[in-house]
Each structure stands twice: as C-alpha cells, then as structure tokens.
Nanobody
C-alpha cells in the first residue's frame, strides 16, 4: 500500500534551518510529482512546494520563495524540503502529498515550530 512518512520537524529559533524528509513506498516514486503542504493552527492547508517527477521543475508559494528548497532523490524514494531563514509564521504541520497517485495520498505530517 502507498505510504508517505515525514520526518525532520522540531523546534527551531527564528532565522534557523530545518530539512524535512518524506519517505515514499508502495508506488513508482520516480513516475510522480510530489508536493509539500502545511497547515497552521486555525488555518487552511496551504500548498508550499511542488516538484516534478524528474525534479527539474519546481514551484513555491510566494511566502517561501528564496528560503525553501524542494528536492527529491528518486533512487531513495524520498522528497525533501530544505527550510532556511525560518520565521514564526512558518510554524505548522508539514505534510507530504502524492497528488497524482490514485486518489492522492498524504502523510501524517511533521510539526515545525519556529519560536525563540
């Protein structure tokens, strides 16, 4: 069965960095685009970044451009989100998404808290 397992979240001070990972299984990872979303308390889920199956095409929400980088390692079936210059407003649960696999699959998320 399809599984997406996020890791790498935690508490970080403003201006700090974190790298999130999403390990995928149960489908041909290299054949599908992947996405990172986030959901802050009391807010709607927001698409943060998208990466094509090859990794050559990426897109970001405006609020993270220049600070976040999405990447993938197809042989390792893993997608990453490198987050730099973190701000308190980046605090959220970050979720990995495979939008075009079947009906679309989600991981359970990893919590990122940006606070001093």
């Amino acid at each position: 069965q399809v599984q997406l397992v996020e890791s790498g979240g935690g508490l970080v001070q403003p201006g700090g960095s974190l790298t999130l990972s999403c390990a995928a299984s149960g489908f041909t990872f290299s054949g599908y685009a992947m996405r990172w979303y986030r959901q802050a308390p009391g807010k709607e889920r927001e698409l943060v970044a998208h990466i094509s199956m090859s990794g050559y095409n990426v897109n970001y929400v405006d609020s993270v451009k220049g600070r976040f980088t999405i990447s993938r390692d197809n042989p390792k079936n893993t997608v990453y989100l490198q987050m730099n210059s973190l701000k308190p407003e980046d605090t959220a649960v970050y979720l990995c998404n495979a939008p075009y696999v079947g009906v679309g699959y989600w991981g359970k998320g990893t919590l990122v808290t940006v606070s001093s």
